[in-house]
């Protein structure tokens, strides 16, 4: 991990708030964030890059392709670093817990309901809302 290369291959500029938020993103066990996690981090290390920061630093990686933003119908976008290959998200109702799964058969329906109906599929996402099975 370079975060230095990544931040300047994105075309942006290395700073101080963009490598510790780019930190923050790639090594945290908690891969989807928000900005407020994130601020909350940044402040349990005295780290003294504000809010609006965070904000503006995030929304830049997301179009500079670092990372991407989700609205899991949470009220609060949450943020994970592209990833090297394509996922889906389970969302549980209670927790609020972000599973992340694949499934090549799920993947394989999908295109055969795009060619089906004459296209093809250049981009999706699927978030599935679950909650605990109560025994």
Same mark, same amino acid.
């Given at each position: 991990m370079n975060t230095n290369k990544e931040i300047k291959s994105a075309g942006l500029k290395v700073t101080h708030a963009r490598k510790t938020i780019l930190k923050i993103l790639e090594t945290n066990k908690k891969t989807h964030l928000s900005a407020d996690d994130i601020n909350r981090i940044l402040i349990k290390?005295?780290?003294? +890059?504000?809010?609006?920061?965070?904000?503006? +630093?995030?929304?830049?990686?997301?179009?500079?392709?670092?990372?991407?933003k989700h609205n899991f119908e949470s009220g609060q976008a949450v943020f994970e670093i592209m990833p090297d290959h394509h996922h889906d998200h389970m969302v549980c109702m209670e927790t609020g817990k972000v599973i992340e799964f694949e499934d090549d058969i799920i993947e394989e329906r999908q295109h055969q309901l795009a060619k089906k109906n004459g296209y093809k599929i250049v981009d999706h996402s699927m978030v599935l809302f679950v909650e605990p099975i109560k025994k």
């Open positions: 290390k005295n780290d003294e +890059v504000g809010v609006a920061t965070v904000y503006r +630093v995030l929304n830049q990686f997301v179009d500079a392709g670092i990372c991407i």
